[in-house]
């Protein structure tokens, strides 16, 4: 080995060659250059300033056509519910209506640049949760509708879901607004931030209390501290020990209390615990003894959340030699709601995987750094289901519930935590280029969700109104 100033170090000289690496799935050497270039380059077709345009299309669903449409498939009795918990309040409508937004995204603005999308990147489905050891970290937590597509369309989705949540929680237009352009602007900063880092230290930023100097959210400290100590106790065994018996033969139960939790057919439970086989083959093969060492107790249905309410989803519960629980949720996992918009939108539609469960895994590691070690796919029923823990340690922000003072601060905690899920997948640097230093993007897409809070809101009082007449039925207080 020659140490630097011996000879033959350095640039070659005579007959020394240099030696070239073609790799597939490395880049070329030397490193090309140019990236923040080329992102500045995709200004000339799509100006920053062209992302504060939203119209409605003119082939756009009613809103009760939408919700009609989205509630295909699902279990009826449950629908309902559904409804009711959209019709509560025009934040409560956004989150039930990913498709439609979808829609209505295709005709806007996009700069070409392509990352792995959650597909439902509101306000609310940023949390907590924890890791292999019980720590907590904060991200994205939802990844139904996740597939790779436009960036926009999150930072949209996350921006005029602040507005909603500010204008709940009564605040007046200018903070409801600022909480839109922080989040694009801690978008941005953080984009630029990353793009600055070695690539492996890019792609293993962590959420943690660091997150909270530099996003300048310090007014939610407090509150985040809160939700930390509940999330620590939010665990499989507490679940458990509050909605488990133990029967005189030893076995545990789970105890219905209709219609969150309620008993399921024997047919149904021994479908379900039989696909547990499957679900681990989908798992790293060095989990496959821990997973040994549970057996499968008793299995529950339990409607979840408001988008997902009326899809099939069960709780599982399992318990090793110590009889200590371990719960597992077997969720339906239906098409993304993206797909047929992006291909109206005229973005390549990657071949998808043959297994639903499985496009919502791969793609919650494609957007995490820390992501549940449980979390795999399975089929029940011929039906393609996600799996992962319940109750893992999860706590989130109720932003609707927030001071106007503290919106601002949540918008540019999500908007970073959402930059750097995206840099995962997409280039850093790139994007940074095209977001530039200006605020010329964050005004931008703060113009677009006080618009496209107000169509929602002209929504949700069409959706009330079907409710109303009984064209629509609906549940509320479930």
Request: charged content about 25%; glycine content about 8%; proline content about 6%.
């Amino acid at each position: 080995m020659r140490r630097h100033g011996e000879p033959g170090a350095g640039a070659p000289r005579g007959g020394d060659t240099v030696r070239e690496f073609a790799v597939e799935g490395f880049a070329a050497w030397p490193p090309q250059g140019g990236a923040k270039r080329r992102g500045k380059d995709l200004r000339a077709k799509t100006p920053r300033e062209a992302h504060a345009w939203f119209e409605p299309p003119v082939d756009r669903p009613s809103v009760v056509e939408s919700v009609e449409s989205a509630n295909a498939g699902r279990l009826e009795s449950l629908v309902p519910i559904r409804v009711g918990r959209m019709a509560a309040s025009p934040f409560a409508f956004l989150r039930g209506s990913a498709g439609l937004m979808a829609a209505d995204l295709v005709t806007t603005p996009t700069s070409g640049l392509t990352a792995q999308l959650c597909g439902d990147a509101h306000a609310a489905n940023f949390g907590l949760y924890g890791d292999a050891r019980g720590r907590l970290v904060m991200d994205i937590n939802d990844f139904d509708e996740t597939v790779p597509g436009p960036w926009e369309w999150d930072l949209k989705r996350l921006a005029a879901s602040l507005v909603l949540a500010g204008r709940q929680a009564g605040a007046d237009e200018d903070a409801c607004r600022r909480a839109a352009f922080d989040a694009a602007g801690s978008y941005r900063r953080t984009m630029r931030l990353l793009a600055g880092l070695p690539a492996i230290d890019a792609w293993n930023a962590v959420a943690d209390e660091h997150l909270v100097t530099f996003a300048e959210a310090q007014d939610l400290r407090v509150i985040i501290e809160g939700v930390a100590e509940k999330a620590l106790r939010n665990t499989s065994a507490r679940f458990a020990s509050k909605s488990t018996v133990q029967e005189p033969d030893g076995r545990s139960r789970f105890v219905p209390a209709p219609p969150v939790l309620r008993a399921v057919q024997d047919s149904t439970a021994e479908a379900v615990a039989a696909s547990l086989t499957a679900y681990r083959e989908s798992v790293p093969v060095e989990l496959h003894p821990l997973l040994s060492r549970y057996s499968v107790q008793d299995v529950a249905f339990r409607v979840v959340g408001t988008g997902s309410v009326g899809t099939r989803s069960y709780v599982v519960l399992l318990l090793d030699q110590r009889s200590e629980p371990l719960v597992l949720q077997v969720k339906e996992a239906r098409p993304s709601v993206l797909l047929p918009q992006l291909a109206r939108a005229g973005y390549p539609v990657s071949t998808p995987v043959a297994h639903e469960g499985q496009r919502v895994v791969l793609g919650q590691k494609r957007m995490q750094v820390v992501t549940d070690v449980l979390i795999g796919w399975t089929t029940v029923d011929g039906l393609p289901y996600q799996v992962r823990q319940f109750r893992n340690r999860k706590g989130s922000v109720d932003p609707a519930a927030l001071q106007p003072a503290q919106l601002d601060d949540y918008g540019r905690l999500t908007g970073a935590l959402l930059a750097r899920a995206h840099a995962h997948t997409l280039d850093a640097a790139v994007a940074s280029g095209y977001c530039g230093k200006s605020e010329a993007l964050d005004e931008a897409v703060a113009a677009f969700a006080v618009a496209y809070a107000d169509r929602t809101e002209a929504d949700h009082q069409e959706l009330v109104a079907a409710v109303r007449s009984g064209r629509l039925p609906a549940e509320s207080g479930v």
